[in-house]
């Protein structure tokens, strides 16, 4: 199956986003590259943090390297364009910085290896994959890096592909239900009410958790800095026709135990985060809130258009491929499920 017919030409911001190191982020990147030149179109690459070295700095182990074709695009630190195998021309030199040096943009000469290091902010990312598309890119591969699922954020990207595989767990079933857990929140629904939609507006503004009323009243909790370490001032706020809480950061475990503990009815509110890269609640806790009727939706949703998997570990180890598919399928009935070390 070609991964680029998900996205058509709706979707030209991709990003990969992988559920550890090594889950094979790198090898669907590629994976995309050659099927954009396949169709003589124009690729452009970034990255949150850094990619395409030979041998990961963390963990020691041989990676593979992103290969671009002549003509391609590239948005990468100052120190690792210098270090890219490929002789590349340079476009602009941006007024983004990084620990390596200002982000440039650049089209390759020729056939070849290239290391990239983006910005590391989300408007940055977006802004500097808008400029890829602005010198000619047909599509934007943006490349997340360890732990920074925020870069499924519609903030950045139209649409997005998870990467999961054996590094995960040695366990397949934990890695199964890890990953599914994961796109879950990644499908999550988005708000469809306009009174929603300006109290969102109104807590994204002032960064402040906003209580709406049943009659569209909002109380802006001005004296909470964040709604991390809230829980007890967001419950002692609700009132008996409270509908929603608008969270404008992160969604954490101990904000709605609080919550919950305190409020009776607090089946009838619904919870409101930005989009699913904000919530941090772990998958023995969310099981937990949804079993007792906790709802949460988000403001904007994640396109997520396919899990591609690795099998193999660096470790040593690896799954029977198929029923690893398998097993991800039967749970991800609507979410094509491709290997791609096939």
């Given amino acids: 199956m070609a991964l680029l017919d998900l996205f058509g030409s709706e979707y030209r911001i991709i990003s990969i986003v992988g559920m550890a190191k090594n889950a094979g982020k790198t090898v669907t990147m590629n994976h995309l590259i050659d099927e954009v030149a396949e169709k003589s179109l124009c690729v452009g690459v970034t990255s949150i943090g850094r990619d395409g070295e030979r041998q990961d700095i963390v963990t020691k182990t041989d990676k593979p390297l992103i290969h671009l074709r002549k003509g391609s695009l590239v948005a990468t630190a100052e120190m690792l364009f210098n270090l890219s195998e490929v002789k590349m021309e340079i476009l602009e030199v941006t007024a983004f910085h990084t620990a390596m040096g200002r982000v440039i943009i650049g089209r390759t000469l020729s056939d070849g290896f290239v290391q990239v290091g983006g910005p590391t902010t989300n408007r940055a990312i977006r802004e500097v994959s808008e400029k890829l598309c602005a010198y000619g890119a047909n599509y934007v591969l943006v490349d997340g890096a360890l732990d920074r699922t925020s870069s499924a954020s519609p903030a950045i990207s139209d649409a997005c592909l998870l990467s999961t595989g054996a590094v995960v767990s040695r366990d397949m079933n934990k890695a199964v239900d890890q990953t599914i857990y994961r796109a879950s929140l990644f499908q999550l629904n988005a708000v469809e009410s306009s009174m929603l939609e300006e109290a969102w507006e109104i807590a994204e503004t002032n960064r402040k ?117 398998k097993a991800l399928q039967s749970r991800a009935t609507d979410l094509p499920i491709v290997d791609v070390m096939r």
């Avoid at 829980?231 to 509908?243: C, N, S, V």
């Avoid at 941090?280 to 403001?299: A, P, T």
């Fill in 209 to 325: 958790p906003v209580i709406v009323s049943k009659d569209g009243r909002k109380k802006i909790l001005f004296d909470v800095s964040t709604a991390i370490g809230a829980g007890k001032a967001i419950a002692e706020a609700i009132e008996e026709d409270t509908t929603s809480i608008i969270i404008p950061g992160a969604l954490v475990t101990q904000t709605v135990m609080d919550v919950i503990q305190t409020v009776r009815d607090f089946w009838n509110i619904t919870w409101i985060v930005g989009d699913a890269t904000k919530i941090f609640i772990e998958h023995k806790d969310w099981l937990y809130f949804m079993r007792i009727g906790v709802i949460v939706k988000v403001r904007y949703e994640i396109k997520l258009k396919a899990i591609t998997v690795n099998p193999y570990a660096p470790a040593g180890y690896f799954y029977d491929s198929e029923l690893f598919v």
